[in-house]
């Protein structure tokens, strides 16, 4: 076509019969359709953007201004329940995602909640999960709430996550403060269905709760019927078909796992089992959280064995490491660890674990001990001499044998190397024990500072009164972010001394000498020993006999 036969689109110019040009007639109705289409798009936008009738969606934005709570962020506007939809059919699930007011890669402490009319307050429904550009949260919903959220439950710590021992109660101190629970509820059978009975557990909305499935070494079995059900495609997927029913039975947010003690060569496989239940789960708006072992160090590397944390920190929501035993290297080895899991993992996702249970290493191995337990050992009496009995008016020493610094022991110290109140003592072969407390736990939550990990857990969250007291550092850590770097007074951690009746002298350094009474009769003996915050007593009752008397009439020859 030539240019000058060319014709707009319009249409091209004429002149009518009387020589006048004619009116673009087709040009001002084409204009004209296209101010009203304009205008019709730009209302579109303004009425998705900031809610009206046209809306579509399952929810709606709100026109209603509620406030957040205090300690929340909403990440989302407030939605109402689109009422066009009717009524959701009972039994029926609620896909449901909303747009966040501002990208972000962070989806610790998310969850959806929904607005109470009644009580005029936000109550968690279920966590939330965001989509890989961050710009979307999505759950599934048993119920159609009226109107929802999303909201971030606000901790300068991160996760605090507890673990819970079955059939035990969560510590006062928890209540409140933490943002996830695990129960060690459930165990894999050898044919990949989940046994085991789901704890009590009754949420008010202020935590998540994700039951643990545990498998390890200590139960016979165990770890080589999970290296028998992760083997092959068919019976991993069997397994993960089995936990997705019983997330769905139990109508559960999440699921935590904790397959531990895996042989290496069951690395790939155990990926592909997390990768599959992962992409299970998230599919439904269901969290993944994995308990793994912490790596262990060889003089040649950091050696992490069945577990590939890069992998695994792509598919798992998140990653939570169990204590690290030895305290006696925690703080040389530990750094070495941690740095090589963040450069793999997202430290958002990496949680590091506290435990209340005190720690005996010897050549015997390592084992843990609550901390009346240890304290019992620290707090163990002796009489000095091999005659059992005692008589009046005799130096007799009374030592508190494995805190005894005379007989080459360390007493009860500080130790600066752990960061721990620790002593040695022995029994068949040298042992050491360390102590967790507000102490210690402190200098452990520092490491979470340190390298930005997303937060921190406790491997027992009971009210066991047995256990060491580690919320004292926890607490102000939660609030404020952070950790409490305190020692205890020298002075306190030495053993304190009582008879009923007698003379004494010394006992600082682990023995006390002792005047018996001159009457015979029984006494007690009271050592009172504090490892810098709380203190404990044993008493052990000592029977004093008369001294013998010598016969009148005896003497020495030639008197």
């Not at 300690?71 to 896909?95: H, I, L, M, Q, S």
């Not at 747009?99 to 009319?117: A, C, H, I, V, W």
Request: glycine share 8%; aromatic share 8%; proline share 7%.
């Amino acid at each position: 076509m030539s240019r000058r036969n060319a014709q707009l689109p319009w249409g091209q110019r004429s002149r009518n019969v009387y020589g006048q040009q004619r009116r673009p007639v087709g040009r001002i109705v084409l204009l004209a359709a296209i101010g009203v289409a304009t205008l019709a798009l730009a209302y579109f936008v303004f009425t998705t953007a900031f809610g009206s009738e046209s809306c579509s969606n399952i929810y709606c934005p709100s026109d209603q201004t509620i406030a957040t709570p205090e300690g929340y962020e909403r990440v989302t506007k407030v939605f109402d329940y689109n009422k066009a939809k009717g009524e959701v059919p009972a039994g029926n699930n609620v896909v449901v995602g909303l747009p966040l007011q501002k990208p972000t890669t962070d989806g610790r402490n998310l969850s959806f909640y929904k607005y109470n009319e009644v009580t005029k307050a936000w109550e968690s429904i279920t966590p939330a999960l965001l989509d890989a550009q961050g710009k979307q949260a999505s759950a599934t919903l048993t119920t159609a709430p009226p109107v929802i959220a999303v909201m971030r439950r606000l901790s300068p710590a991160g996760y605090v996550v507890a673990y819970l021992p079955r059939g035990q109660s969560l510590s006062p101190e928890a209540n409140g403060r933490i943002t996830i629970l695990h129960t060690r509820d459930f165990a894999p059978a050898s044919d990949g269905t989940i046994v085991g009975e789901p704890s009590g557990v009754k949420t008010d909305g202020a935590y998540a709760w994700y039951p643990t499935i545990w498998a390890d070494g200590t139960e016979k079995g165990q770890v080589p019927a999970v290296s028998s059900i992760l083997s092959n495609a068919a019976s991993r997927s069997n397994h993960v078909q089995q936990i997705l029913k019983k997330v769905q039975d139990l109508q559960l947010g999440g699921i935590d796992i904790a397959y531990m003690d895996l042989p290496a060569t069951d690395r790939t496989s155990f990926t592909l089992f997390v990768n599959e239940l992962a992409g299970a789960l998230h599919a439904q708006n269901k969290v993944l959280t994995l308990t793994l072992p912490v790596p262990v160090k060889t003089p040649e590397r950091i050696d992490d064995g069945a577990y590939d944390w890069a992998e695994l920190g792509k598919a798992a929501d998140v990653l939570q490491m169990t204590p690290y035993r030895d305290q006696g290297t925690y703080r040389t080895v530990m750094p070495e660890i941690l740095q090589q899991l963040t450069s793999q993992v997202e430290p958002s996702k990496l949680v590091l674990t506290v435990t209340p249970y005190a720690t005996e290493k010897s050549s015997e191995g390592i084992r843990t001990l609550t901390l009346v337990d240890a304290m019992v050992i620290a707090t163990k009496i002796g009489v000095s001499g091999n005659d059992p009995k005692l008589t009046t008016n005799t130096n007799v020493d009374i030592a508190a044998i494995n805190i005894d610094k005379t007989d080459n022991l360390s007493g009860l110290v500080w130790s600066p190397e752990a960061a721990s109140v620790a002593f040695t003592y022995r029994q068949n072969v040298p042992k050491t024990v360390w102590i967790e407390n507000l102490f210690s736990i402190g200098f452990k939550l520092d490491f979470i500072s340190r390298y930005k990990l997303g937060g921190v857990a406790v491997e027992d969250a009971s009210s066991n009164e047995y256990l060491g007291d580690i919320w004292p550092a926890l607490v102000p850590f939660i609030t404020s972010g952070q950790a409490p770097l305190l020692q205890p007074n020298p002075q306190d951690l030495l053993p304190q001394w009582q008879v009923s009746k007698g003379a004494t002298e010394g006992g600082s350094r682990g023995v006390l000498r002792w005047v018996t009474p001159s009457d015979p009769g029984t006494y007690t003996i009271k050592l009172t020993l504090s490892d810098g915050v709380a203190q404990f007593v044993n008493e052990i009752p000592v029977t004093v006999q008369a001294k013998a008397q010598t016969p009148v009439g005896t003497g020495t020859p030639g008197q």
